[in-house]
């Protein structure tokens, strides 16, 4: 079984911190993602990463940046933190498209219920 | 743009009972895929089925099935003798051509009656 693990599941830290959020997937998957998700607005792409160092903005960029030095690790980082990015974080990661394996699903992991106070 | 509706907000049903969750796209692409999801409150994201443009059966797994209806562009999970653990939110998602990329509704929460 894909296993994807993010750091914590709870995490409060106050605004202007620099705060990581760290996602490790065991099954060698080049594609690697990050969303965050509020309620009524669904799951908004921050970042992915289709390789290592590789990384192309999401839909929601601003004020996050990401890490990717290796394959099983994807990093995302807040430079400083503000009470706007209160949410649920969640990781995902999947092998690359191609024709034999357009049915590969994403796999998430648990999701980080972050609180900047 | 590419766009996924699910047009139902809030769904419930009777333990035991049939259910259907809508999910509309509107893609242009001639290959894609589509997804649904399973998040139950602890917040985890479920992979639950897929159905790919070219398949020309509806897919199914366990007591999930699609109804896909390509001319119309729906793909309308079926869940079959609803329990209790299927209270949950459930997202549809589609994957269009060369993008890798998820196009994400905004969800569909089920409430399985006892």
């Known amino acids: 079984d894909v296993k994807v693990t993010q750091s914590s599941r709870y995490l409060v830290k106050r605004t202007g911190e620099k705060v990581f959020l760290e996602c490790v997937q065991d099954m060698d998957h080049e594609n690697m993602f990050w969303y965050r998700q509020d309620p009524g607005l669904g799951l908004r792409l921050i970042y992915f990463?289709?390789?290592?160092?590789?990384?192309e903005k999401g839909d929601i960029p601003e004020g996050y940046s990401v890490s990717r030095e290796k394959k099983e690790r994807f990093s995302l980082i807040l430079e400083s933190a503000s009470t706007n990015q209160t949410s649920m974080y969640l990781c995902?990661?999947?092998?690359?498209?191609?024709?034999?394996?357009?049915?590969?699903?994403?796999?998430f992991g648990d999701g980080t219920r972050l609180s900047i106070l | 743009a590419q766009k996924i509706t699910q047009t139902q907000p809030g769904m419930f049903v009777q333990e035991k009972e049939a259910v259907t969750l809508d999910c509309t796209y509107d893609?242009?692409?001639?290959?894609?895929?589509l997804f649904w999801y399973k998040q139950p409150s602890s917040g985890e994201m479920i992979f639950l089925i897929y159905q790919g443009s070219y398949d020309e059966q509806n897919a199914t797994e366990g007591r999930y099935s699609l109804n896909f209806q390509k001319a119309r562009k729906s793909a309308n999970l079926v869940i079959s003798a609803s329990q209790l653990g299927d209270s949950a939110m459930y997202f549809c998602a589609e994957n269009a051509g060369n993008n890798r990329k998820l196009i994400w509704g905004l969800g569909t929460s089920l409430a399985v009656n006892p």
């Open positions: 990463s289709y390789d290592v160092k590789m990384k």
């Open positions: 995902a990661s999947r092998i690359p498209r191609t024709v034999l394996s357009s049915n590969q699903p994403q796999h």
């Open positions: 893609t242009s692409d001639q290959s894609y895929g």
